[in-house]
């Protein structure tokens, strides 16, 4: 992989313009819950301008008091709904003309939690509810966003998915399982359908709980640990088209002590 890296990189030099983390913009979807603020946390302190888009404004406020101080100015958050493609639309315009150029998103976009039962009691709404907000928010988001980024191997585009996709959480979490396991399909399908994309490609595969320090449990990965990996996988843009498995917090250390990213 390393003599791939360095093929890359010496294409670069001649047609691209090598970038300083200042000059790079991240598009952080899903940057206001607790794995992407995480993310945002990492970026922003390592000198990435961050742009963060959310239906909540109230949550970008507390995205905004999270960051550290020091980087608050390279922070642009934005309200938007990037989860049906007439808001996303608006919300890429609106994104172009107030911070330019993006070269890098990080998509993580989901729920923290969800529980309601066996799936005999639940509604097809509720299953409809599940698939939009896991699987359908990620393609709408994908297809507006990637052309930003897509023909410019200087850019990066990562998906952060988690585990529950193949394996049943709890009882009584099965549709999570169901959105989940969608949302890991999508990402196989866009490796296999854009196999040679100049855009870095990756997924970072999340197998057990993330939680901020406060909450943290046994096995559960701190969401600062998680996004300072993440950051440096967007950093180096030296891989794409893989998956990265992270099953315990161990392998966040592993990963990047060791260069796997």
Request: aromatic share 8%.
């Given at each position: ?130 698939i939009e907000t896991l699987l359908f928010s990620t393609f709408v988001s ?25 394996k049943l959480l709890m009882p009584g979490t099965g549709f999570l399982t ?84």
């Amino acid at each position: 992989m390393d003599s791939f890296c360095g093929v890359q990189i010496s294409t670069v030099l001649w047609t691209y313009p090598v970038m300083s983390n200042a000059d790079r913009v991240v598009l952080a979807l899903g940057g206001a819950g607790t794995v992407g603020s995480g993310v945002v946390k990492a970026l922003l302190d390592k000198g990435f301008r961050v742009a963060v888009i959310s239906r909540d404004n109230s949550r970008l406020e507390k995205l905004k008091g999270f960051v550290s101080p020091s980087t608050r100015d390279n922070l642009t958050t934005l309200v938007g709904n990037v989860g049906s493609e007439e808001g996303a639309e608006a919300a890429k315009q609106d994104l172009v003309k107030t911070v330019g150029k993006v070269t890098d998103v990080v998509s993580s976009l989901g729920f923290s939690w969800w529980q309601g039962g066996p799936p005999h009691t639940q509604t097809l709404k509720e299953l409809h509810w599940v698939i939009e907000t896991l699987l359908f928010s990620t393609f709408v988001s994908w297809k507006v966003f990637f052309p930003l980024v897509r023909d410019d191997p200087n850019c990066t585009y990562t998906f952060i998915t988690g585990g529950a996709g193949e394996k049943l959480l709890m009882p009584g979490t099965g549709f999570l399982t169901v959105g989940a396991a969608s949302t890991l399909a999508f990402c196989q399908v866009l490796r296999e359908e854009y196999p040679e994309v100049p855009c870095k490609l990756n997924q970072v595969k999340i197998n057990t709980g993330v939680a901020p320090p406060e909450r943290m449990a046994p096995g559960y990965l701190n969401h600062l640990d998680l996004g300072e990996a993440v950051a440096t996988l967007v950093e180096r843009k030296c891989t794409t088209h893989t998956v990265f498995p992270v099953n315990c917090p161990a392998d966040l250390k592993t990963v990047v002590l060791e260069g796997n990213l």
